[in-house]
């Protein structure tokens, strides 16, 4: 199957400070990619969609200021969290689909912050 | 938005049983895939199945679209089974085919 890494796999942060977390696709060209927030013992809650040259599309109740999404290119997009506070910490995974639409996709291994 | 349901919440098992996990969904969907999410978090992809019977070694999965369920049978089932099991469909007209997950089934294998 196709490969998705994100980088850093766990960070921990002051409350205040800025983190970025990368997914690339390594094997393949993402056109659309996709940001999920995971807490514990919960289900996956999409955040965002990420498309390559255009602005991210965001769910509803999600802070675009305060998640901000690049995808800059095919194979990269990044996710930053700006002035993280404690309720930010959580399981991050970002995901990209191979093909059209409806495509399967696949999961990066997921970043856990942790907010001081 | 569309809801997805799966049953049932926990199982735990003896090695070398069988079980069967269900996912009801209450829309038509376009995708229709089952993960495992194991200890460390990673979501391994089992199946994308939005229709149809699959089989891949122990594990096999039957998705009848008209009747919005899809089933995942494992079989003769090892300690590494353990973790979370998802599942994520696609609705018609979702833009850009975002997945959207059933609060998952949490299976432990006793050896």
């Known amino acids: 199957g196709a490969v998705v890494s994100q980088h850093p796999s766990r960070v921990i942060c002051k409350s205040g400070t800025s983190v970025k977390i990368e997914c690339r696709s390594l094997d393949f060209q993402a056109t659309t990619m996709f940001w999920y927030r995971q807490f514990p013992k919960k289900s996956l809650m999409l955040m965002a969609t990420?498309?390559?040259?255009?602005?991210?599309?965001?769910e509803q109740g999600v802070e675009k200021d305060k998640f901000l999404i690049n995808h800059a290119s095919l194979t990269l997009s990044t996710l930053t969290v700006t002035s993280a506070h404690p309720e930010d910490s959580s399981f991050y995974i970002c995901s990209a689909s191979v093909g059209p639409v409806y495509s399967e996709q696949f999961f990066g291994p997921g970043t856990r912050l942790t907010v001081l | 938005g569309i809801q997805v349901e799966q049953s049932p919440p926990d199982l735990i098992l003896q090695e070398g049983a069988n079980s069967t996990l269900r996912c009801n969904f209450s829309d038509s969907v376009n995708n229709l895939q089952w993960f495992h999410q194991n200890p460390w978090g990673q979501l391994i992809n089992l199946f994308y199945?939005?229709?149809g019977t699959k089989q891949n070694g122990r594990l096999s999965a039957t998705t009848v679209a008209t009747e919005r369920y899809s089933l995942l049978y494992i079989s003769s089932s090892q300690t590494t089974d353990s973790g979370v099991y998802f599942c994520a469909v696609v609705t018609g007209g979702t833009s850009y085919g975002k997945l959207t997950f059933g609060q998952g089934t949490i299976l432990t294998v006793h050896p």
């Open positions: 990420s498309n390559e040259g255009s602005k991210a599309t965001y």
């Open positions: 199945i939005p229709s």
